[in-house]
Protein backbone atom coordinates (compact mmCIF):
# COMPACT_ATOMS: atom_id res chain seq x y z
CA UNK A 1 0.00 0.00 0.00
CA UNK A 2 1.20 3.51 -1.00
CA UNK A 3 -0.90 6.40 0.00
CA UNK A 4 -0.92 9.17 -2.46
CA UNK A 5 -2.87 12.88 -3.18
CA UNK A 6 -4.46 14.25 -5.82
CA UNK A 7 -5.87 17.91 -5.63
CA UNK A 8 -7.53 19.02 -8.40
CA UNK A 9 -6.42 22.89 -8.50
CA UNK A 10 -9.29 23.89 -11.00
CA UNK A 11 -11.31 23.13 -7.97
CA UNK A 12 -9.27 24.74 -5.17
CA UNK A 13 -10.89 28.15 -3.93
CA UNK A 14 -8.58 28.88 -2.10
CA UNK A 15 -10.85 29.17 1.22
CA UNK A 16 -7.72 27.70 3.45
CA UNK A 17 -10.14 25.59 5.14
CA UNK A 18 -7.63 22.56 4.69
CA UNK A 19 -5.11 24.68 6.45
CA UNK A 20 -7.07 25.51 9.72
CA UNK A 21 -8.66 21.84 9.96
CA UNK A 22 -5.19 20.75 9.58
CA UNK A 23 -3.69 23.29 12.25
CA UNK A 24 -7.00 22.47 14.41
CA UNK A 25 -6.90 18.41 14.00
CA UNK A 26 -3.29 18.41 14.49
CA UNK A 27 -2.40 20.43 17.60
CA UNK A 28 -0.37 22.79 16.14
CA UNK A 29 0.86 25.66 18.09
CA UNK A 30 1.03 29.12 17.06
CA UNK A 31 3.04 29.88 14.39
CA UNK A 32 3.21 26.55 12.88
CA UNK A 33 1.23 25.50 9.82
CA UNK A 34 1.51 21.85 8.24
CA UNK A 35 -0.51 23.12 5.65
CA UNK A 36 -0.78 26.04 3.45
CA UNK A 37 -2.42 27.84 0.39
CA UNK A 38 -0.87 30.43 -1.89
CA UNK A 39 -1.56 32.01 -4.77
CA UNK A 40 1.20 31.34 -6.89
CA UNK A 41 2.79 34.64 -8.01
CA UNK A 42 1.31 36.89 -5.58
CA UNK A 43 2.75 38.52 -2.50
CA UNK A 44 -0.90 38.23 -1.00
CA UNK A 45 -3.65 35.87 -0.77
CA UNK A 46 -6.43 35.87 -3.24
CA UNK A 47 -4.64 38.61 -5.17
CA UNK A 48 -4.06 37.98 -9.19
CA UNK A 49 -0.07 37.99 -10.29
CA UNK A 50 0.84 39.28 -12.91
CA UNK A 51 0.94 36.75 -16.09
CA UNK A 52 2.19 36.37 -19.65
CA UNK A 53 -1.05 38.34 -21.46
CA UNK A 54 -2.69 39.72 -18.26
CA UNK A 55 -2.99 38.13 -14.88
CA UNK A 56 -3.50 35.11 -12.97
CA UNK A 57 -5.12 33.79 -10.52
CA UNK A 58 -5.14 30.17 -8.80
CA UNK A 59 -4.31 28.84 -5.31
CA UNK A 60 -1.79 25.96 -4.58
CA UNK A 61 -1.90 24.17 -1.04
CA UNK A 62 1.22 22.73 -0.08
CA UNK A 63 2.17 20.32 2.64
CA UNK A 64 4.26 17.32 2.55
CA UNK A 65 4.83 15.43 -0.54
CA UNK A 66 5.53 12.31 1.03
CA UNK A 67 8.13 11.76 -1.49
CA UNK A 68 9.15 8.54 -2.65
CA UNK A 69 12.87 9.60 -2.77
CA UNK A 70 12.78 11.93 0.21
CA UNK A 71 15.67 14.26 1.08
CA UNK A 72 14.59 14.33 4.35
CA UNK A 73 15.09 11.10 5.34
CA UNK A 74 18.27 10.84 3.62
CA UNK A 75 19.82 13.55 6.02
CA UNK A 76 18.46 12.40 9.32
CA UNK A 77 21.44 11.07 11.08
CA UNK A 78 19.47 9.17 13.34
CA UNK A 79 16.51 7.73 11.61
CA UNK A 80 14.39 9.54 13.13
CA UNK A 81 12.62 10.15 10.01
CA UNK A 82 11.59 7.32 7.74
CA UNK A 83 8.80 5.56 5.21
CA UNK A 84 6.59 3.51 6.82
CA UNK A 85 4.61 0.27 5.44
CA UNK A 86 2.08 2.88 3.54
CA UNK A 87 3.95 5.11 2.02
CA UNK A 88 3.43 7.75 4.67
CA UNK A 89 6.74 9.89 5.57
CA UNK A 90 6.83 10.26 9.32
CA UNK A 91 8.66 11.69 12.11
CA UNK A 92 9.32 9.69 15.82
CA UNK A 93 9.62 12.47 17.81
CA UNK A 94 11.07 10.20 20.55
CA UNK A 95 14.20 9.76 18.11
CA UNK A 96 14.74 13.37 17.35
CA UNK A 97 17.60 15.47 18.01
CA UNK A 98 16.06 18.53 16.51
CA UNK A 99 19.81 18.59 14.82
CA UNK A 100 17.04 20.49 11.69
CA UNK A 101 18.92 19.14 8.51
CA UNK A 102 15.87 17.81 7.29
CA UNK A 103 14.40 21.50 7.14
CA UNK A 104 17.33 22.64 4.97
CA UNK A 105 17.42 19.32 2.87
CA UNK A 106 13.28 19.73 2.45
CA UNK A 107 12.67 21.39 -1.08
CA UNK A 108 9.08 22.30 -0.69
CA UNK A 109 9.64 24.14 2.63
CA UNK A 110 6.94 21.96 4.97
CA UNK A 111 8.72 21.20 7.84
CA UNK A 112 8.93 23.24 11.07
CA UNK A 113 10.87 23.31 14.34
CA UNK A 114 9.53 23.54 17.61
CA UNK A 115 11.74 26.31 19.48
CA UNK A 116 10.03 25.85 22.67
CA UNK A 117 7.51 23.02 24.35
CA UNK A 118 3.72 24.24 23.12
CA UNK A 119 2.23 25.02 26.51
CA UNK A 120 4.83 27.87 26.26
CA UNK A 121 3.92 29.02 22.75
CA UNK A 122 0.59 28.79 23.51
CA UNK A 123 0.50 30.84 26.82
CA UNK A 124 2.58 33.75 25.41
CA UNK A 125 0.15 34.34 21.99
CA UNK A 126 -2.83 34.68 24.36
CA UNK A 127 -4.66 31.20 24.76
CA UNK A 128 -6.71 30.25 27.86
CA UNK A 129 -5.10 28.57 30.44
CA UNK A 130 -5.58 25.10 29.87
CA UNK A 131 -7.19 25.64 26.11
CA UNK A 132 -6.22 22.22 24.27
CA UNK A 133 -7.18 21.40 20.49
CA UNK A 134 -6.68 18.80 18.37
CA UNK A 135 -6.68 14.91 18.42
CA UNK A 136 -6.18 14.53 21.85
CA UNK A 137 -4.50 11.10 22.47
CA UNK A 138 -0.50 10.09 21.06
CA UNK A 139 -0.30 7.77 18.39
CA UNK A 140 2.25 5.55 17.72
CA UNK A 141 3.08 2.93 14.93
CA UNK A 142 3.55 -0.82 14.75
CA UNK A 143 6.67 -0.68 16.02
CA UNK A 144 5.63 1.82 19.03
CA UNK A 145 7.44 4.91 17.56
CA UNK A 146 5.11 7.51 18.47
CA UNK A 147 4.52 9.75 15.35
CA UNK A 148 1.73 11.65 16.74
CA UNK A 149 1.26 13.45 20.19
CA UNK A 150 -0.62 16.33 20.50
CA UNK A 151 1.60 18.52 22.58
CA UNK A 152 5.38 17.72 20.77
CA UNK A 153 8.05 18.43 22.80
CA UNK A 154 10.55 21.11 22.58
CA UNK A 155 13.22 20.71 20.22
CA UNK A 156 11.69 18.13 17.72
CA UNK A 157 10.23 18.71 13.79
CA UNK A 158 6.80 18.32 12.81
CA UNK A 159 5.13 18.24 9.31
CA UNK A 160 2.01 16.41 7.83
CA UNK A 161 1.53 12.74 8.35
CA UNK A 162 -1.33 12.45 6.02
CA UNK A 163 -3.05 12.41 9.44
CA UNK A 164 -1.72 9.16 10.54
CA UNK A 165 -4.17 8.87 13.23
CA UNK A 166 -7.14 9.08 11.11
CA UNK A 167 -5.50 7.21 7.71
CA UNK A 168 -4.47 4.15 10.22
CA UNK A 169 -8.07 3.98 11.04
CA UNK A 170 -9.48 3.54 7.69
CA UNK A 171 -10.25 7.52 7.61
CA UNK A 172 -9.29 10.09 5.21
CA UNK A 173 -6.68 13.03 6.14
CA UNK A 174 -8.95 15.72 7.53
CA UNK A 175 -8.14 18.30 4.99
CA UNK A 176 -9.32 15.44 2.06
CA UNK A 177 -12.66 15.38 4.70
CA UNK A 178 -13.10 18.90 5.13
CA UNK A 179 -12.47 20.36 1.36
CA UNK A 180 -15.94 22.21 0.84
CA UNK A 181 -14.91 22.61 -2.68
CA UNK A 182 -14.08 18.34 -3.11
CA UNK A 183 -10.62 19.27 -4.59
CA UNK A 184 -8.69 16.99 -2.65
CA UNK A 185 -8.83 12.69 -3.49
CA UNK A 186 -6.88 10.72 -1.33
CA UNK A 187 -6.03 6.52 -1.87
CA UNK A 188 -4.07 3.59 -2.49
CA UNK A 189 -1.43 4.52 -5.16
CA UNK A 190 -0.66 0.12 -5.49
CA UNK A 191 -4.14 0.07 -6.16
CA UNK A 192 -4.85 0.12 -10.14
CA UNK A 193 -8.57 0.68 -8.93
CA UNK A 194 -8.41 3.41 -6.57
CA UNK A 195 -10.46 6.55 -7.23
CA UNK A 196 -7.10 8.42 -7.28
CA UNK A 197 -5.11 6.18 -10.09
CA UNK A 198 -8.24 6.61 -12.22
CA UNK A 199 -8.34 10.02 -12.24
CA UNK A 200 -4.29 10.01 -12.82
CA UNK A 201 -4.95 7.70 -15.72
CA UNK A 202 -7.51 10.77 -17.72
CA UNK A 203 -5.65 13.72 -16.31
CA UNK A 204 -1.95 13.85 -16.39
CA UNK A 205 -1.18 15.18 -12.98
CA UNK A 206 2.28 17.05 -12.38
CA UNK A 207 4.21 17.07 -9.49
CA UNK A 208 5.89 20.14 -7.32
CA UNK A 209 9.67 20.34 -8.13
CA UNK A 210 9.33 17.13 -10.25
CA UNK A 211 12.95 18.13 -11.74
CA UNK A 212 14.77 17.35 -8.45
CA UNK A 213 14.02 13.58 -8.46
CA UNK A 214 11.98 13.73 -5.48
CA UNK A 215 8.87 11.37 -6.59
CA UNK A 216 6.35 13.01 -4.83
CA UNK A 217 3.26 11.11 -3.92
CA UNK A 218 1.13 14.06 -3.71
CA UNK A 219 0.06 15.24 -7.46
CA UNK A 220 -1.48 18.39 -8.96
CA UNK A 221 -4.18 18.61 -11.23
CA UNK A 222 -3.06 21.67 -13.34
CA UNK A 223 -5.89 24.52 -13.46
CA UNK A 224 -7.04 25.03 -17.16
CA UNK A 225 -8.09 28.19 -17.00
CA UNK A 226 -5.45 30.46 -14.76
CA UNK B 1 -37.10 21.58 -4.12
CA UNK B 2 -36.86 25.20 -3.73
CA UNK B 3 -40.18 27.13 -4.17
CA UNK B 4 -41.28 30.89 -4.56
CA UNK B 5 -42.55 32.60 -1.19
CA UNK B 6 -45.75 32.28 -0.70
CA UNK B 7 -47.99 34.77 -2.04
CA UNK B 8 -49.88 36.22 1.24
CA UNK B 9 -46.05 36.53 2.89
CA UNK B 10 -44.54 38.03 -0.22
CA UNK B 11 -47.47 40.49 -0.09
CA UNK B 12 -46.59 41.86 2.66
CA UNK B 13 -43.71 44.18 1.32
CA UNK B 14 -44.48 43.56 -2.16
CA UNK B 15 -48.53 44.07 -3.18
CA UNK B 16 -48.84 41.53 -6.23
CA UNK B 17 -46.34 39.12 -4.10
CA UNK B 18 -44.00 38.79 -6.89
CA UNK B 19 -41.07 40.62 -8.44
CA UNK B 20 -42.26 44.03 -8.98
CA UNK B 21 -40.39 46.25 -11.86
CA UNK B 22 -43.01 49.20 -11.53
CA UNK B 23 -43.85 50.34 -8.32
CA UNK B 24 -46.24 53.23 -7.70
CA UNK B 25 -45.68 53.91 -4.20
CA UNK B 26 -45.43 57.70 -3.70
CA UNK B 27 -41.39 56.82 -2.40
CA UNK B 28 -40.77 55.27 -5.13
CA UNK B 29 -42.24 58.18 -7.78
CA UNK B 30 -40.68 60.88 -6.04
CA UNK B 31 -37.41 59.58 -6.27
CA UNK B 32 -38.01 58.66 -9.78
CA UNK B 33 -37.11 55.39 -8.88
CA UNK B 34 -40.45 53.27 -10.24
CA UNK B 35 -38.69 51.92 -12.53
CA UNK B 36 -35.16 50.23 -12.38
CA UNK B 37 -33.06 53.26 -12.78
CA UNK B 38 -29.06 54.25 -12.47
CA UNK B 39 -28.19 56.88 -10.42
CA UNK B 40 -25.00 58.41 -10.24
CA UNK B 41 -22.83 57.78 -7.05
CA UNK B 42 -22.98 59.86 -3.99
CA UNK B 43 -25.45 62.18 -5.80
CA UNK B 44 -27.70 62.27 -3.41
CA UNK B 45 -25.50 60.82 -0.25
CA UNK B 46 -22.37 62.24 -0.05
CA UNK B 47 -22.73 64.84 -2.46
CA UNK B 48 -26.05 66.36 -1.34
CA UNK B 49 -24.55 66.17 2.71
CA UNK B 50 -21.43 68.38 1.89
CA UNK B 51 -21.18 69.84 -1.37
CA UNK B 52 -17.48 70.61 -0.73
CA UNK B 53 -16.29 67.00 -0.87
CA UNK B 54 -16.39 66.46 -4.29
CA UNK B 55 -13.26 66.22 -5.67
CA UNK B 56 -11.74 66.47 -2.54
CA UNK B 57 -12.16 62.58 -1.80
CA UNK B 58 -11.87 60.53 -4.87
CA UNK B 59 -12.15 57.06 -3.60
CA UNK B 60 -15.39 55.25 -2.93
CA UNK B 61 -15.09 53.54 0.37
CA UNK B 62 -15.83 49.70 0.15
CA UNK B 63 -15.98 47.87 3.67
CA UNK B 64 -16.04 43.99 2.05
CA UNK B 65 -16.36 40.91 4.00
CA UNK B 66 -13.37 39.29 5.06
CA UNK B 67 -12.02 35.68 4.32
CA UNK B 68 -10.94 35.70 7.74
CA UNK B 69 -13.92 36.36 9.60
CA UNK B 70 -17.62 36.35 9.79
CA UNK B 71 -18.30 40.02 10.33
CA UNK B 72 -16.36 40.86 13.38
CA UNK B 73 -16.65 37.43 14.93
CA UNK B 74 -13.37 35.55 15.31
CA UNK B 75 -11.32 39.40 14.37
CA UNK B 76 -9.54 38.15 17.83
CA UNK B 77 -8.99 34.72 16.54
CA UNK B 78 -5.31 34.34 16.59
CA UNK B 79 -5.29 31.61 13.43
CA UNK B 80 -7.25 34.26 10.93
CA UNK B 81 -4.83 36.45 12.55
CA UNK B 82 -2.06 34.76 11.67
CA UNK B 83 -3.37 34.04 8.20
CA UNK B 84 -3.22 37.68 7.63
CA UNK B 85 -0.03 38.50 9.24
CA UNK B 86 -1.76 40.61 11.81
CA UNK B 87 -2.35 43.23 9.44
CA UNK B 88 -5.20 44.72 8.80
CA UNK B 89 -4.96 46.08 4.99
CA UNK B 90 -5.89 48.75 2.24
CA UNK B 91 -6.77 47.46 -1.24
CA UNK B 92 -6.01 49.53 -4.03
CA UNK B 93 -5.65 50.17 -8.25
CA UNK B 94 -2.12 50.11 -8.73
CA UNK B 95 -2.82 53.31 -10.71
CA UNK B 96 -4.53 55.36 -8.01
CA UNK B 97 -1.78 54.16 -5.74
CA UNK B 98 0.84 55.61 -8.17
CA UNK B 99 -0.84 58.53 -8.13
CA UNK B 100 -0.41 59.10 -4.65
CA UNK B 101 2.80 58.00 -4.07
CA UNK B 102 1.99 54.73 -2.78
CA UNK B 103 3.77 51.08 -2.76
CA UNK B 104 2.82 48.03 -1.62
CA UNK B 105 3.30 47.17 1.85
CA UNK B 106 3.26 51.17 2.54
CA UNK B 107 1.32 51.94 5.65
CA UNK B 108 -1.77 54.07 4.08
CA UNK B 109 -4.81 55.81 6.11
CA UNK B 110 -7.61 56.12 4.25
CA UNK B 111 -9.69 59.40 5.72
CA UNK B 112 -12.07 61.68 5.07
CA UNK B 113 -13.93 64.57 7.40
CA UNK B 114 -15.27 62.39 9.74
CA UNK B 115 -12.11 59.66 10.48
CA UNK B 116 -9.70 57.59 9.46
CA UNK B 117 -8.21 54.06 9.68
CA UNK B 118 -5.04 52.50 8.67
CA UNK B 119 -3.54 49.96 7.05
CA UNK B 120 -0.44 48.43 4.83
CA UNK B 121 -0.99 48.67 1.01
CA UNK B 122 -2.14 45.60 -0.93
CA UNK B 123 -2.15 46.90 -4.64
CA UNK B 124 -4.89 44.72 -6.67
CA UNK B 125 -4.57 45.28 -10.21
CA UNK B 126 -7.63 43.52 -10.39
CA UNK B 127 -9.87 45.96 -8.62
CA UNK B 128 -11.47 48.31 -10.38
CA UNK B 129 -9.95 52.24 -10.34
CA UNK B 130 -11.77 54.66 -7.81
CA UNK B 131 -12.43 52.09 -5.22
CA UNK B 132 -10.22 51.70 -1.72
CA UNK B 133 -11.20 48.73 -0.11
CA UNK B 134 -11.21 48.35 3.50
CA UNK B 135 -12.08 44.50 5.33
CA UNK B 136 -14.89 45.30 7.83
CA UNK B 137 -15.04 43.56 10.93
CA UNK B 138 -11.58 44.35 12.32
CA UNK B 139 -11.72 45.40 15.98
CA UNK B 140 -10.65 48.86 17.14
CA UNK B 141 -7.69 47.18 19.04
CA UNK B 142 -6.45 46.11 15.66
CA UNK B 143 -6.19 49.66 14.48
CA UNK B 144 -4.40 52.04 16.83
CA UNK B 145 -7.78 52.60 17.99
CA UNK B 146 -9.35 53.78 15.27
CA UNK B 147 -12.64 52.66 13.85
CA UNK B 148 -13.36 51.85 9.81
CA UNK B 149 -16.84 52.55 10.52
CA UNK B 150 -15.77 55.91 11.22
CA UNK B 151 -15.47 57.31 7.59
CA UNK B 152 -18.99 56.08 7.21
CA UNK B 153 -22.59 57.46 7.45
CA UNK B 154 -25.68 56.41 8.13
CA UNK B 155 -27.21 57.45 4.86
CA UNK B 156 -30.78 55.60 4.46
CA UNK B 157 -32.17 55.26 1.32
CA UNK B 158 -35.41 56.48 1.03
CA UNK B 159 -36.94 53.62 -0.13
CA UNK B 160 -36.03 51.42 2.09
CA UNK B 161 -38.28 52.82 4.72
CA UNK B 162 -41.33 52.23 2.58
CA UNK B 163 -41.89 48.60 4.58
CA UNK B 164 -40.93 47.12 7.57
CA UNK B 165 -40.07 43.37 7.27
CA UNK B 166 -36.92 42.72 9.39
CA UNK B 167 -34.32 40.84 7.27
CA UNK B 168 -35.83 41.39 4.62
CA UNK B 169 -37.15 45.09 3.83
CA UNK B 170 -35.80 47.69 6.62
CA UNK B 171 -34.09 51.16 6.74
CA UNK B 172 -30.72 50.19 7.04
CA UNK B 173 -27.15 52.35 6.71
CA UNK B 174 -25.85 52.70 3.20
CA UNK B 175 -22.25 51.40 4.28
CA UNK B 176 -20.57 51.70 0.96
CA UNK B 177 -22.40 55.08 0.17
CA UNK B 178 -18.64 56.76 1.23
CA UNK B 179 -16.10 58.68 -0.16
CA UNK B 180 -12.62 59.10 1.29
CA UNK B 181 -8.95 59.36 -0.22
CA UNK B 182 -5.91 57.77 0.89
CA UNK B 183 -2.35 58.64 2.12
CA UNK B 184 0.89 57.05 3.01
CA UNK B 185 1.79 57.45 6.64
CA UNK B 186 4.80 55.35 6.84
CA UNK B 187 6.26 52.26 5.51
CA UNK B 188 6.96 48.73 6.45
Given at each position: ??Y?????????V?C?T?AVV?K??????P??WW????T????????PAE???G?S????P???????????????????T??????????????C????Y???????G??????ED???????A???E??S???????????????????R????????????Q???K????????S???????????D?P???????????????????L?????????P?K?? | ?S????L?A???????G?????R??E?FR?????????????????????????G?Y???????????R???N???????N??E????????????A?E?????G????????????R??????????????????????R??E?????AL??????P?N????V??????N????????????????
Amino acid sequence: MRYGMVIDLDLCVGCRTCAVVCKEHNAQAPGTWWNRVFTPGSKYHQIPAEAEGGFSMYYLPVSCMHCENAPCEKVCPVGATYTDERGRVLIDYERCIGCRYCLSACPYGVRQFNWEDPKGAKARAGYQEGYSYGYPFPHRDKEGRLVYTPDRPKGVVEKCTFCVQYTDKGEEPICVQSCPAGARLFGDLDDPNSRINQVLRKEKGERLLEELGTKPKVFYLPPKRK
Amino acid sequence: MSRPAPLEAAAKFIKSGRIEFYREEETFRRSGESLPTHKRPFAESEYALNPSVRGKYRLAYITRNSLYRIHSNHSNNLWMNELEDYRPKVFLNPTDAAERGIKDGDLVELYNDRGRVRGQAVLDPGQGPGIAIFEQGWWSRYLEGDSYNALTYPFIKPTNEVYFVPGIWAPNTAWNEALCDARKVGER
